[in-house]
T-cell receptor, first 110, second 114 residues
Framework: GIQVEQSPPDLILQEGANSTLRCNFS?????LQWFHQNPWGQLINLFY???GTKQNGRLSATTVATERYSLLYISSSQTTDSGVYFCAVGSGGGADGLTFGKGTHLIIQP | GAGVSQSPSNKVTEKGKDVELRCDPISGHTALYWYRQSLGQGLEFLIY????????KSGLPSDRFSAERTGGSVSTLTIQRTQQEDSAVYLC????????????FGPGTRLTVT
């Protein structure tokens, strides 16, 4: 099946810093989503981005499908940005489920 | 509108007992998905439904796991003869249709098998 690798696994930053999270995947995809898992375990949808570039406030994401990677940018980090960020991909075919990376654990210090 | 809801939010059961987990998808979503999140395995996909049909059950961890969906809406995930390794958070998601549409997740059911 498709492989998803996220980097870095852990990231500690000061409030106000910018960060870039990376997601590499091993095959073509028809779905790519970025999630933020909050401290209560809820997966919050950040971006649905199988290709192209999107922006939402301080967050933006880019997926280069031909090169099989996606980037999530967080600018002017706030302590509320802390948590685990997951990249998940769907490759279509029969299964239709998402394959998740292991996540990036982000800690923003005041 | 209302998001995906799941019940119960927490379930503690004794080894060997059967449990049923429930998922209510977003109204109008025809596709429904079950996932499991555990410390050792991360987030893993279990099964999906298009309408009431589950075309591929190979992602279920063992034959003690089963799932059904009736009326194109509510789904239940049943685990028979629970084992300690079944302890995890079970997440449900729904999307407008299958085939790469954006998935929206519920809050999950935390299952603890003692």
């Amino acid at each position: 099946g498709i492989q998803v690798e996220q980097s870095p696994p852990d990231l500690i930053l000061q409030e106000g810093a910018n960060s870039t999270l990376r997601c590499n995947f091993s095959d073509s995809v028809n779905n790519l989503q970025w999630f933020h898992q909050n401290p209560w375990g809820q997966l919050i949808n950040l971006f649905y981005i199988p290709s192209g570039t999107k922006q939402n406030g301080r967050l933006s994401a880019t997926t280069v499908a031909t090169e099989r990677y996606s980037l999530l940018y967080i600018s002017s980090s706030q302590t509320t940005d802390s948590g685990v960020y997951f990249c998940a991909v769907g490759s279509g075919g029969g299964a239709d489920g998402l394959t998740f990376g292991k996540g990036t654990h982000l800690i923003i210090q005041p | 509108g209302a998001g995906v809801s799941q019940s119960p939010s927490n379930k503690v059961t004794e080894k060997g007992k059967d449990v049923e987990l429930r998922c209510d998808p977003i109204s109008g979503h025809t596709a429904l998905y079950w996932y499991r999140q555990s410390l050792g395995q991360g987030l893993e996909f279990l099964i999906y439904f298009q309408g009431n049909s589950a075309p591929d059950k190979s992602g279920l961890p063992s034959d003690r796991f089963s799932a059904e969906r009736t009326g194109g809406s509510v789904s239940t995930l049943t685990i028979q003869r629970t084992q300690q390794e079944d302890s995890a958070v079970y997440l449900c998601a729904s999307s407008l249709e299958t085939g790469g549409y954006e998935q929206y997740f519920g809050p999950g059911t935390r299952l603890t098998v003692t």
